[in-house]
């Protein structure tokens, strides 16, 4: 089985996000036998070849491809000259953008195509994020529409993604909840010797954020975070690993308010460096994403997680984390001093989470339930 998966931004965009390394992810462990993922991008064209399953293209496609036919139609031409040389049997579109290409293109492959979904875009929009398709929030909605209402299939991270699935035209029959799953044996294990003394922490109660930083994350409420705990728990410092749009912005409120190593930048980092930070951390706290939490739940660390989105799907309050309202770092300060207080509960906390993570949300279960997707599509091309 091959498959193309059409991706919205570029490679460069996906690294930043802390997800490239799921792309190897996609061959379901060697059940694809080739994998092409094709970023529609911005930025200059890119062909890499991963290695004999993966190739990565970064397509030159203006972001406004949508709405100007002459450019629409060059992506697509481009788009069905990759597949045909990579002779695919399915194209999986990863969000309601790519989808607008990967419609026309299964069309005149005569292929299937799915769609699957990863967030709620009405709420990350509300929460300050994007997109916002040629400026207009009517327009935005009525792609996402067109694309959800006409999905063979959809493949939805949560049942909250699902609702947002089916606000926007999806049938029930054509959903299919497939939450993420995690690399088990990468997080849970411990940080390497001396990870934190290497780099001037020792003795400090890490209260880790491991995340893009975006509007939609809830990063605005880091600075005044890391003042409350500085108050309250001298030994505790906010360490930010990623990078995004806010980082300028939070680098600067650093120093305004004299947070000195209260509030630590440590940028992008590899996906073992994340791993690694999970391990170290007294406290990890996540904002609005399922990867970024379900990978701090499979840590074995005590987990603060922002209440928004799909949350509750994968932390049970005083099981499993702690959940703290949105947009409220007084809220988040108490559920973190609470953890660093009180070791019982933190260790329990972290070991519940881990043996859920186990239970649900491995590579293997993930993987089975996309295959037995694409199998079914492939099933129902055969018989039409």
Known sequence: MRALFLVTGSLEEFRAKGVAGTIEERDEGGRLSRVVTAHLSRSGARDLELSSRHRVLDLPIASSFASRPLAFLR????????????????????????????????????????????????????????????????????????????????????????????????LAARLRLIPHGVDTSLFGGSAPDGFLEGRGLSGRAVVSFVGRLDPEKDVDVLPELAARLAAEEPSAVVVVVGDGAMRGWLDEARRERALGDHLLLAGRQTRNEVAAWRAASAVNLCGLGDLSLIEAAASGRPVVAVDVGSAREIIVPERTGLLAAPGDPAAIARAVVRLLRDPDLSRRL????????????????????RIACYEELLGSAARA
């Open 75 to 170: 992506a697509l031409r481009h788009i069905v000259r990759v597949a045909r040389s990579e002779r695919v049997d399915l194209i999986r579109a990863t969000d309601p953008y790519a989808a607008l290409l990967a419609m026309p293109a299964a069309a005149i492959l005569r292929i299937p195509w799915c769609l699957s979904l990863h967030a709620d875009f009405d709420l990350v929009r509300a929460r300050g994020g994007s997109p916002v398709l040629w400026g207009s929030r009517a327009l935005t909605n009525a792609a996402e529409r067109a694309a959800i209402s006409r999905a063979p299939l959809i493949l939805a991270i949560s049942t909250a993604v699902a609702r947002y699935a089916r606000r926007h035209g999806a």
């Open 350 to 369: 972290g070991e519940t989470a881990r043996a859920d993570v186990l239970a649900r949300h491995t590579l293997a279960a993930a993987s089975a339930r």
